[in-house]
């Protein structure tokens, strides 16, 4: 199955721009959705498809995309943005039905 | 409102089985692609099953052939029935709506239920 890479954790001080990568081969073929947990909490959609916000969400969340990598930016970061957040896609090799989930990157806020 | 709530985690014995069910409210379950995603503890989301609205049916390799998923239409519920359970399948699992069939976008989660699989 497929593997997506994110770098464990970053940290960003407050009301600066952060980063958050997603690495793989499934992300030339489908788009990565991106998810906020924050402790103890159900995950949160924030980001899908080229760079779609639930209701709700706001727009200092952004994703974008290029080659095999996803990115989703928070601009502007907030307290309650620490948390961790996970992509996510379809599964490009082999069973395209299935889907995988990144690795996860913990965010702190400073 | 849009809501998924899961029911049925709890303490069970190595190689004996649990099923999980996920009510739905605001949405007919039947209609959308629905899975399941679980979180071992302290580690990351592993998505779990799907199953699409026409009926089909998708495992990961990790519970293939032991887990199946399954929906009741009249009760507007998904369910993930779990035989021979082992104690990797320790875990919080929830379900989730994808949010346009087939993309992996998955909203709404319910808040998750709690299997603990340990003598």
């Known amino acids: 199955s497929s593997e997506l890479t994110q770098d464990p954790a970053v940290s960003v001080a407050l009301g600066q721009t952060v980063r958050i990568t997603c690495q793989g081969d499934s992300l030339r073929s489908y788009y990565a959705s991106w998810y906020q947990q924050k402790p103890g909490q159900a995950p949160v959609l924030v980001i899908y498809g080229k760079n779609n916000r639930p209701s709700g969400i706001p727009d200092r969340f952004s994703g974008s995309s290029s080659g095999n990598t996803a990115s989703l930016t928070i601009t502007g970061a907030q307290a309650e943005d620490e948390a961790d957040y996970y992509c996510n896609s379809r599964d490009s090799s082999g069973n395209h039905h299935l889907y995988v989930f990144g690795t996860g990157t913990k965010v702190t806020v400073l | 409102e849009v809501q998924l709530v899961e029911s049925g985690g709890g303490l069970v014995q190595p190689g004996g089985s649990l099923r999980l069910s996920c009510a739905a409210s605001?949405?007919?379950?039947?209609?959308?692609?629905m899975s399941w995603v679980r979180q071992a503890p302290g580690k990351g989301l592993e998505w779990v099953s799907v199953i699409y609205s026409g009926g089909s049916t998708y495992y990961a390799d990790s519970v293939k052939g032991r887990f199946t998923i399954s929906r009741d239409n009249s009760k507007n519920t998904l369910y993930l029935q779990m035989n021979s359970l082992r104690a990797e399948d320790t875990a919080v699992y929830y379900c989730?709506?994808?949010?346009?069939?087939?993309?992996?976008?998955?909203?709404?989660w319910g808040q998750g239920t709690l299997v603990t699989v340990s003598s």
């Open positions: 605001g949405f007919t379950v039947s209609s959308n692609y």
């Open positions: 989730a709506r994808d949010l346009a069939a087939g993309t992996g976008w998955f909203d709404p």
